[in-house]
């Protein structure tokens, strides 16, 4: 290699020339090797900050990258944070409970940091159709959900009912079947199909007074879902008169508008959260089986257990030795935990 330093050994040409002052019989002194910095690079530590000092938040509204929160649940403390490199492609959704450092003071142009994300209490999931294997988180710890229904136009559809039931009960939700549009149709025998399943019930029509909902909702974290078309925003709108305002506000992330596309928790005015969610197409539950459905209920889930191996729990002629139908005093109630067994094993979304 001659006069040429071999990489990364820290010599430079100047290593040359002292050999030609030595040959010369000049002395040796400290110039005559340079070292060049960077030949090895320090290893990087994995010790990561305890973040001793971030404050606990609740994610509002999710745009590209950027997550709205308000600090300690205050509606007034709202700021926009981006989720810290340590933690990596971690889910964030609306409802999850984040501790955040940096900028916390929610001014224009600034940005906190997501350090960590608290176990959830309750989720909400689903998947594209019964197909997919890639669940997505709809919303977290929200206490109940309510299946916000049109009892006339658009008709009402029993299997998307049953459906998001199965979603809410497996996650650890409490249900409630919200009908709407009331004026154009009767309840009739719709809502009574689910009367089994201690299904809480209430009407949330433009003409239906907003007290029992409001009963419901205040002090909780409510995920709202429905088709479009239902009614739902104009509820939401309704609970929270300046819903659309408080969008742009609580976000604060890409231009602020109110759109169909994602979920945004909303404060009430008389106490708690909705979590207006988009109008859905499809609710599939490839992520779901049968175990999880009877394991959601605590007065059924021990009977399962000695059920034969791959017991769909359908009962005759499918399972006839399924240990539910020896259940005395149980009939109605899994016949009708077994009307949602036979949505979830349905290929139609709905």
Known sequence: MGA??????????????????????????????????????????????????????MVVAVDRGRWGCVLAGDPERRLVAMRARELGRTPIVVGDLVDVVGDLSGA???????????????????????????????????????????LADPPPRTGFVERTMVAAFVGGLQPVLC????????????????????LIIVHGG??????PVLDRITGRLTAFIGHSGVGKSTLVNRLVPDAFRAVGEVSGVGKGKHTSTQ????????????IDT????????????????????????????????GCTHLGPPADPECLLDELPGKERRVAAIRRLLVALNTNDPW
Do not use: M
């Not at 002052?21 to 690079?41: F, L």
């Not at 009908?179 to 201690?198: N, P, Q």
């Open 179 to 198: 009908l709407t549009k009331d004026d154009l149709a009767a309840e009739s025998d719709f809502a009574a199909d689910f009367a089994d399943l201690d």
């Open 278 to 309: 988009p109008g859905v197409r499809s609710f599939g539950l490839a992520h779901i089986t049968p175990d999880d459905v009877i394991g959601a209920f605590s007065d059924l889930a021990d009977a399962i257990e000695d059920c034969p191996r």
């Open 4 to 57: 040429h330093a071999r990489p990364g050994t820290g010599r430079t040409g100047s290593t040359a020339l002292s050999r030609q002052n030595r040959s010369a019989g000049s002395s040796y002194d400290e110039s005559d090797v340079r070292i060049r910095p960077g030949g090895r690079s320090r290893p990087r530590t994995k010790t990561r900050p305890l973040h001793s000092d971030a404050e606990q938040a």
């Open 263 to 274: 979920s945004v928790a909303l404060p009430v005015p008389s106490g708690g959260w909705v």
């Open 108 to 150: 224009t142009d600034t940005l906190a940091r997501i350090v960590r994300v608290a176990e959830r209490s309750t989720v909400l999931r689903r998947t594209a159709d019964d197909t997919d294997p890639f669940e997505r988180v709809v919303v977290a710890n929200a206490e109940q959900l309510f299946i916000v229904v049109a």
């Open 206 to 211: 433009i003409e239906d007074p907003l007290e």
